[in-house]
């Protein structure tokens, strides 16, 4: 009898033991975890409550301290806070889920191809794609409109350069766009050739466009974002910086994140027009856990591939050529004025060394000497050397690192051996600014975060082009690109109290790869796999 009082005080003692542990709701253990913190710190175990990280430390201390309601042995596998795209178009990546796919392409045959049996598929009213790259082809020139005519003389064709600042439109779409030989415009460039129209519109003209392309109902609407989300949760990332939307797309993941069927994060650039900025400056700053929309998206020049980067000197492989503004100069300092009384931050995509210096020397005279307005230059790509030194964590640079991959077949051609110097510097961006927010660019760039990885330390191809990388001098670190693919990007966008690390009283979103791509040969980071995503605790994604 006191051997069974004796087992049943134990028993009991047991129980009581464990009730006094602390609840939690996941427990992940014997990880190799990059915590991101300020000392980038590594840790095997964390455990999670309520959607938020509750504490690090090692497996044997937190499975002692806490009572969990799931557990996941991680197998010493790597796992990182969740990738933050800091530039890309979320909304414009579901959307081309939704139309002709024309990236890849090597030559204007084949985009004809996909077009036909796209149109042979779908039996569209008016066929809409994008994705060719002229710099990609055998024949590196803008293609025409005529055989686009021939096979689609009634059904309006409109295909994007993969850069969104370039479009071959057919005659069916001119005509139904209304533009001839006659139309006026500013900024950009409605090309001719002998008096007639190429089918080429390059950045502003492509509006017209675009507004009779722009009908699309709700339901096409809610499968982009969602086809989007899939894709970006496959890649490891948990935020997206959506560089330029307009309210109602805006409202619509409002919606879509409060009926949990958009989980994603979405930090929203409002694209610069008069009634988003009626609108939302009026209105003031929108935070949800899911969706914040505090900034301003202006465009301040095209993009260098299509020859529409504002230069300060003519482009060295087409004489008397500067590209252009896409405003009048004072449209955009009224416009970073206005910005600047507001609580809103203002993010300009400027390419080249012109639009660059209008940027830098706006904001440096609105906001310069200001706390913490943190106004963004999106792309920051041809910087003239006299102009770094307005960067800083108030004037931030957000960088693409495969738009250097991409680019730097034809790159220096564009610019010349002396200017392409301060062209793709994010190093020297770095060192000025201390923090670069990085990202893709997406769907100009591919999604994967890991081509942003490894163009950004090995300034290579996938294979290996050029032998000892392209302006080397100018990658970053292996820590450096992971603190602007997290703690830096969350800090551009106001939101490093609540991500881009793994600590305590953060959001619980992370990500389990197949490899340490902080230790690996640089060249198998590319084929990185994510094995999880989790969002909130929550597991979104599963290989």
């Not at 994007?160 to 766009?177: C, E, F, P, S, Y």
């Not at 110097?421 to 190093?427: D, L, M, Q, R």
């Amino acid at each position: 009898m006191k051997k069974l009082s004796g087992l049943l005080l134990l028993a009991i003692f047991m129980v009581s033991c464990g009730s006094n542990k602390e609840k939690a709701d996941l427990l992940i253990y014997n990880a190799k975890v990059y915590t991101v913190d300020d000392n980038f710190s590594e840790v095997e175990a964390f455990v999670v409550k309520d959607g938020k990280f509750l504490e690090t430390g090692t497996s044997e201390a937190l499975r002692d301290k806490y009572e969990y309601s799931e557990s996941i042995n991680a197998e010493g596998k790597a796992v990182y806070p969740g990738f933050i795209d800091g530039h890309a178009h979320f909304y414009g990546l579901g959307m081309q889920q939704q139309r002709v796919d024309l990236t890849g392409t090597k030559s204007f045959d084949e985009v004809v191809v996909r077009i036909v049996e796209f149109q042979q598929k779908n039996g569209v009213d008016f066929i809409v794609g994008r994705g060719w790259d002229q710099n990609d082809w055998e024949v590196k020139e803008f293609p025409a409109k005529d055989t686009l005519d021939d096979l689609f003389p009634d059904t309006p064709v409109a295909i994007t350069r993969i850069d969104g600042h370039a479009m071959l439109v057919n005659q069916a779409a001119l005509d139904k766009a209304n533009i001839t030989t006659e139309t006026e415009f500013d900024g950009g460039d409605i090309e001719q050739k002998n008096g007639e129209l190429t089918g080429i519109l390059v950045d502003n003209p492509m509006l017209k466009i675009e507004k009779i392309t722009d009908d699309l109902d709700m339901e096409t609407q809610i499968k982009a974002l969602k086809d989007a989300q899939e894709i970006c949760f496959g890649y490891g990332l948990t935020t997206v910086v959506d560089a330029g939307i307009d309210k109602q797309v805006i409202e619509l993941m409002d919606s879509l994140n409060e009926s949990d069927e958009l989980k994603i994060r979405i930090y929203a650039m409002v694209s610069n027009t008069k009634e988003n900025l009626d609108f939302f400056l009026d209105k003031g700053p929108y935070k949800t856990d899911r969706l914040n929309v505090r900034s301003v998206k202006f465009y301040g020049d095209g993009a260098l591939g299509s020859r529409g980067a504002a230069l300060k000197k003519e482009y060295s492989d087409r004489p008397d050529h500067f590209g252009a503004l896409l405003s009048p100069v004072s449209e955009f300092k009224a416009t970073a004025e206005r910005i600047a009384k507001s609580e809103f931050q203002m993010n300009t995509h400027a390419i080249g060394d012109s639009a660059n210096y209008l940027v830098l020397k706006t904001y440096d005279s609105l906001i310069g000497d200001a706390d913490d307005r943190r106004w963004r230059v999106e792309h920051s790509q041809v910087i003239d050397s006299a102009d770094f030194k307005y960067f800083s964590k108030n004037i931030i640079p957000s960088v693409q690192p495969t738009h250097a991959t991409s680019d730097m077949y034809w790159a220096e051609d564009r610019l010349g051996s002396e200017r392409i110097k301060g062209a793709y510097a994010f190093k020297k961006l770095l060192d000025q600014a201390g923090i670069v927010a990085l990202g893709t660019d997406f769907p100009v760039e591919e999604v994967n975060p890991f081509l942003t990885f490894y163009a950004a330390v090995d300034r290579q191809d996938t294979d290996n082009y050029p032998e000892g990388g392209f302006m080397k001098d100018q990658a970053l670190s292996r820590e450096e690109i992971l603190k602007g693919m997290t703690i830096w990007a969350a800090f551009a966008n106001f939101e490093e109290e609540e991500k881009g690390s793994i600590e305590p009283g953060k959001f619980a979103d992370f990500i389990i790869l197949d490899r340490d791509i902080m230790k690996v040969e640089i060249d198998s980071v590319p084929d990185t796999k994510v094995i999880s995503t989790f969002v909130d605790g929550e597991q979104v994604y599963k290989n």
